[in-house]
Every structure is written in C-alpha cells, then in structure tokens.
C-alpha cells in the first residue's frame, strides 16, 4: 500500500506539473486511453548511408536536442567521421563536433552552465579515447583521456554537477572524473557491468544517468537495469538489480527528476538478438512494452523526457535502413493507472 501511495503521488504530482501542457488523451480526443504512450511521430530523418546514425539524446531546456551519431558502420565502408549534433524547435541543425573515421561519438549529457559532455569511442587509439567538452567557443577539448582498450559509452553529471561517470562497455567499469577535468578513475568494477565476451557484439554497460542519488546502468548483453546508490564521500554503495530479462537493453531516462519510472530502450535488431522495443520499467521492477517495431522503432538506443513527451533515436540498422528521431506522448492517467496495479 505504502508503494502504490508513492508511485500514485509521484505521477500525480507530475501530472499537477505538467497542468499546462496537453494529455495525449485529450489531442486524440478520447476521455481515456490505455496505451502508455501515444502520438508517435518522426520529428527528424537522417542519412544512413553517409553515417547518420543516431546513439543517444539530450533534450535541452530551450527544446532542442543534442545527439551523437555514430558515423562509422559497415554500409558506410568507414569513410564518415561521427558528429555531435543540435536541432533545434524548429527542425534548424548545427554540427558541432566531426570525429574521426573509425572513431564514434556515444554518450552525451549537459551540465547546468551549458556545457556540452560527450564521449569518443576510438578503438585502439589513446590519443583520442574518452570524453571531450566543448568549451564556451563551441572548441571541442579532451578533458579524461581512458585507455586504448576501453569503450566509453554513457555518459552522467551527478545533481551537484561537479563529477562525470562514464561506462565502459568493454571493461565493466564506470569510471568517474571531476567535470573540470583530469585522471579518470575507477570508480565501480563489476562482473554486473562487463560484457559477455561469446555475443556477436560484446557490450556490457551502457547507458548511464544519475538520478536520485544513485547511477543507474543498463547492461546490455546481460539484459539488466542497475541501481548502484553513491555514498556521502562519493564512492559506490551496493549495487542493485532493478530488473531482468531485458536484452539489448541500451540507454534510459526517468519519467521526471522525482520518479523512479523508468523508459528503456531495447536496440534488438542492432545485433538481432531480441526485440525493438521501448518498455517503461517500475520500481518493483516490472515492466511493459509502450511502443514496438509496429511504432516504427528501427534499432532504438536511446531515450529522453521532456514534460509529458518522450524523445527515442532510432539507429536504422536493418534495412531498408531508417534512422531517424522519434516523439511520442505520455499518456499520464493511463500511466498512473498501470502503476496502481503494477506497484
């Protein structure tokens, strides 16, 4: 009872936030609907070919979104460098950053002054490996370099905004770096966080966000979402399963910064092992499917919120290739129903 009064507060509050803005219900003009998510729409298309493949997302205060796009991938026979890149409201982009042939831009996540955080995945390469900053005249700038034989992937900034974490998909590790900068360290090793070496695409952790006073890590070859809670001196306290069963399970957001909701992307047809899925995931952890291929996912590796909508990237890896950046509509009476008896 305590769990179900949590939850139904949480939403109910966020609902009360969101007063302003239109329910999914009420722009398709039904008093009620059940689906989760509705109103699924393609705001942005990308070339495939020419190595437009977007990995992950951030939605920024003034609506527009920043992505990185991988760049490199078979079809493209590696002759296109990754990109960070911005749209705006109005559909308008601006590259930011061009990586190298070979490498590919991952993660990315904002501070609160603005700036812009992102990884560099360039396998082999350590003059080039890790996280970069863009500086206050859009000047990219390596401020951890990670070893050659690491996979830096998500990214997350803690609430005080002073620490980077950053998983490694290759080594089970986070890593964590003060945001101005430095030597990165170890800051969580796990079995819970390595890859398994026998999958066609070895990838441990993944996605990355710290919300709550914890990080929470999705592991994408075992299927698992992790809560690992930082301690008052900002080391790693007990790591936790929130849920299973979730292959290729890639990046995550939370439904507002108070809930534990979570919406998870399952980028199946990336290494056809599993479904293109979004699930939204409950504390209990539980979890239901809120859009599927049906919806037009193709390979999604991230989420994001945004009041009461929600933001996928689509990687387009199968063919006929379709990357692209999806918008939907939470459907919060019906999200608050489900919970009710889910919790």
Same mark, same amino acid.
């Not at 003034?62 to 960070?84: E, F, K, N, W, Y």
């Given at each position: 009872m305590r769990k179900n009064a949590g939850i139904a507060l949480a939403v109910t509050a966020t609902a009360a936030v969101l007063g302003a803005a239109p329910s999914a219900s009420a722009q398709t003009g039904q008093s009620y609907s059940r689906s989760l998510v509705t109103d699924v729409r393609t705001a942005a298309t990308f070339d495939y070919a020419a190595g437009e493949i977007p990995e992950n997302i951030t939605v920024n205060p003034?609506? @527009?979104?920043? $992505? @990185?796009? $991988?760049?490199? #991938?078979?079809? #493209? +026979? +590696?002759?296109?460098?990754?990109? $960070?890149m911005r749209i705006d409201a109005s559909g308008h982009r601006t590259v930011f950053v061009t990586g190298k042939v070979g490498e590919a831009i991952s993660g990315n996540t904002r501070g609160d002054d603005g700036t812009v955080y992102y990884s560099v995945w360039a396998p082999g390469n350590a003059d080039r490996n890790g996280v970069y900053a863009l500086g206050p005249d859009g000047t990219p700038q390596r401020i951890a370099a990670l070893p050659a034989d690491s996979g830096p992937n998500g990214l997350a900034i803690d609430s005080a905004g002073r620490t980077l974490y950053i998983a490694d998909s290759l080594k089970g590790i986070i890593w964590s770096v003060p945001v101005s900068g430095g030597s990165a360290t170890p800051w969580l090793t796990d079995a819970a966080l390595a890859p398994v070496p026998t999958e066609a695409l070895p990838i441990g952790a993944n996605g990355l966000r710290f919300h709550n006073g914890a990080l929470w890590v999705s592991n994408f070859n075992k299927g698992t979402l992790l809560r690992v809670p930082v301690t008052g001196t900002g080391a790693a306290g007990p790591l936790r399963l929130v849920a299973g069963g979730l292959p290729n399970i890639d990046d995550l957001s939370f439904l507002t910064p108070w809930s534990d909701v979570v919406f998870a992307a399952q980028n199946g047809s990336s290494s056809q092992n599993g479904p293109d899925r979004v699930v939204v995931i409950y504390p209990n952890g539980t979890y239901k499917p809120v859009l599927t291929s049906k919806d037009g996912l193709a390979s999604p590796s991230a989420t994001a919120v945004r009041g009461d909508r929600l933001y996928i990237t689509d990687g387009g890896v199968p063919e006929p290739h379709d990357p692209k950046l999806q918008t939907a509509r939470i459907n919060f009476p019906a999200l608050l129903a489900d919970a009710a008896h889910r919790i």
């Open positions: 003034d609506g @527009s979104v920043t $992505l @990185s796009l $991988l760049g490199s #991938c078979a079809v #493209c +026979r +590696r002759t296109h460098g990754p990109q $960070l």
